[in-house]
């Protein structure tokens, strides 16, 4: 069983920056695939970013360039650094962790990004 915590979200003005973090639990960590989605009001979820075991990243492409996602195997950490916030990066940002076949999910950290 794994256990995901977010932090980090807030209310911030276009152009300014956040940065995610999700704490999990558990001693495999270093062995999961970890990823951040958000959820705008009235939309679906969505991928943001991913990263493997390996540290292999992907993007999705409205946040390519702007966003970073890194991983701490030591602290058991991965975090999303968002650069240039725009009013459509607004919405609950989850952390995903993933082990064949088992899929956790965080409880959400509402980001805001409006003037």
């Known amino acids: 069983q794994v256990q995901l915590v977010e932090s980090g979200g807030g209310l911030v003005q276009p152009g300014g920056s956040l940065r995610l973090s999700c704490a999990a639990s558990g001693t495999i960590f270093r062995l999961l695939d970890l990823g951040w989605y958000r959820q705008a009001p009235g939309k679906e979820r969505e991928l943001v970013a991913t990263i493997t075991n390996s540290a292999s990243t992907n993007y999705a492409d409205s946040v390519k360039g702007r966003f970073t996602i890194s991983r701490d195997n030591a602290k058991n950490t991965v975090f999303l650094q968002m650069n240039s916030l725009k009013p459509d990066d607004t919405g609950v940002y989850y952390c995903?962790?993933?082990?064949?076949?088992?899929?956790?999910w965080g409880q959400g950290t509402q980001v805001t990004v409006s003037s």
């Open positions: 995903n962790a993933r082990i064949h076949p088992y899929d956790y």
